[in-house]
């Protein structure tokens, strides 16, 4: 497994960018701060997950990315340039530290 963790991590040269939740204005949308540019590995392919509401959905789009990248429930990715809600996060540990980050849209 853990040859498959370097090589994937080696393959995480396409662009994206993060967008941090910070609150929610006072109409109640979503506000955050400005994107933060990662690279990640990108997988399209449809996997039914169990999303953080606990409810089984189709996620058509997997990222792969540094385990060290700080991601939350309630942030957003951009990716090809379509800014999307993330349904889940599964994390792989190595040495007891996050190694790769594996985000479900």
Sequence with gaps: MVTLLKS????????????TFTGYDGTGK?????PTNI??????????????????????TQL???????LQPLDEIIFEDVSRTIQHIGTFYRNGVADLKVVYL
């Design 8 to 19: 994937v991590k080696s393959w995480c040269n396409l662009p994206a960018r993060v967008r």
């Design 30 to 34: 979503k506000t955050f701060n400005n």
């Design 39 to 60: 690279l990640v590995y990108a997988e399209g392919k449809m996997e039914v997950i169990t999303n953080f509401d606990g409810k089984q959905v189709v996620s058509n």
């Design 64 to 70: 792969y990315m540094d385990g060290t990248i700080a």
